[in-house]
């Protein structure tokens, strides 16, 4: 049997949670710990979209446009954690088709969570946890003004979605005449008394 007094702090990938142990809890409350910027030196007039999983695309790029179609909006940072980030990186790619010439800084880390939990019944004796997560979250910067280009995550107007600088052109593969060896005599044997691969020369 699972002991019914668990530790009050609980860190996900560290120590294990019994699910038994869990069905007598209830999520209170969650609480992201805030993180400071990436890239410092942000002007404090960037805008910031928190992007969450139950946002809706639209609303967002409804918002996002009808502020940097201003003069008085330069740079726009999104951000996203968990399944929200797909959504961001999805709002930040329709937004630079639709204002083309945007400078791109993306930057990846990891988010902290605190979930607090309480048991269902109070008088079961059983502490509060605190459980402690650590989630994939993106940060995504558009920029009308120019940007560091030797920043890692840089990507320039017009770059393809998903790569960092613009890929150099290859030259055009020039086939290489194969070399022709010595050929050997004999033939190759699939059963007997050589193994299959071998050449084995007839008397």
């Known amino acids: 049997m699972w002991p019914q007094r668990l530790p009050s702090s609980v860190t996900l990938g560290t120590v294990k949670i019994p699910g038994p142990a869990m069905e007598n809890y209830q999520k209170a409350s969650s609480v992201e710990k805030p ?35 201003s003069e008085s909006t330069r740079r726009i940072v999104f951000t996203g954690a968990g399944r929200a980030t797909g959504k961001a990186v999805t709002c930040a790619e329709i937004l630079k088709r639709r204002l083309p010439g945007l400078h791109q ?69 020039t086939p290489q005449p194969k070399r022709r060896g010595p050929r050997a005599s004999g033939h190759w044997q699939g059963s007997g008394g050589g193994s299959r691969g071998e050449t084995s020369r007839r008397p």
């Open 105 to 173: 800084l993306t930057k990846l880390h990891f988010q902290q969570t605190e979930d607090a939990w309480v048991p269902v019944v109070p008088e079961a004796g059983l502490d509060p946890l605190t459980v402690r997560r650590h989630v994939p979250a993106v940060w995504l910067l558009l920029s009308k003004d120019p940007l560091d280009p030797n920043e890692g995550g840089y990507q320039p107007p017009g770059a393809p979605p998903g790569l960092g600088q613009p890929l150099p052109r290859t030259p055009p593969h």
């Open 35 to 69: 993180l400071a910027p990436p890239v410092p030196g942000l002007p404090p007039d960037t805008l910031e979209m928190r992007v969450r999983d139950g946002s809706k695309i639209r609303n967002l790029l409804g918002f996002a446009l009808g502020r940097l179609e």
